[in-house]
């Protein structure tokens, strides 16, 4: 048995008995042991726990070096969180899934839905996206989730089977424009995620906290070609194990003769994505490296729409 292979099967038997334990919790219970399991991540994994204090005194210059501290420990809380409350959904009925949730600003979708352009969601790795994903086809329409597939396969497919539960269908490199376009055309939602760095020619840099960040084009260059709708989207956790899920005004593009639009439209798209990120800041993955490159020389190179800038 190779290495990779052993370490595969017990990342999967770790997930398996996670997921029985967080079984018969409630959700209320399963965010409480999940915090503490991500605290103690964050006591042991120096790594990742360096990188989100480096991120945090570049984004929070003003907060003391305690505060950033303190918002460090409580983002691994919250990831630990997402991790079990994630396995205890995919246990769920679809009737007590809908139970802990508030919807705030669902009429937005449906107006959106209404223009039969299709309709492009956005957020980032924020709150509890994977499960306003999964919650959505329950107030509104099945959506077609844009994702990378997981290096271990049965993890994968374990993933992609809470995430299609609810009638959902994800979207993976291979193809993916076209499914894009088709499932816009079909007046169906694509749902994306705008807030990983990027290794592409086809990305834009764009301010996020002041830095500029190597973000995908893809949503605002499907928008303009499409005129597809974009609506932000943000989970965000309420007392009790329960969430409201918010869907905000649709931005608006830029102008037609705007000299570039995909920049202008990608930097209106990533203001919202740090307005939420600055209202909450443990809610976002600060121990992703998101600023890693300066802006290129060339500054004005052609950037084309493939299927690159959608692996985000």
Known sequence: ???????????????????????????????????????????????????????????????????????TRDMFAHFGSLLFELLKVGRLSQAEL??????????????????????????GHFGYWEIQAIAQPLVAY?????????????????????????????????????????NLADNRGVAILIDQHLHSPDVVYVDYFGRPAATTSALAALALRTGAPVVPVFALPLPGGRYRFVYEHPVDPPSSDSADAVTQFTQRCTDVLEMYVRRHPDLWLWMHRRWRASVPALAEERLQLDDDALDA
């Open 142 to 182: 099945p959506v077609s989730v844009l994702a990378r597939p997981l290096d271990n396969p049965s993890l994968h497919q374990w993933l992609e089977r809470i995430r299609t539960s609810t009638g959902n269908t994800v979207i993976y490199r291979q193809g993916a424009i076209r499914k894009v376009l088709r």
């Open 98 to 123: 809908l139970r802990l949730i508030e919807f705030e600003g669902d009429e937005r979708v449906a107006h959106a839905y209404a223009q039969g352009k299709g309709v492009l969601f956005f957020t």
């Open 1 to 71: 048995m190779s290495m990779k292979t052993a370490r595969f099967a017990v990342e999967t038997a770790l997930v398996k008995g996670l997921s029985a334990a967080v079984s018969p919790m409630s959700m209320a219970t399963a965010r409480r042991c999940g915090a503490a399991v991500g605290r103690l991540i964050h006591a042991v994994d120096g790594f990742h726990r360096g990188i989100a204090r480096e991120n945090l005194a570049r984004a929070f210059p003003s907060r003391t070096a305690s505060e950033r501290r303190a918002l």
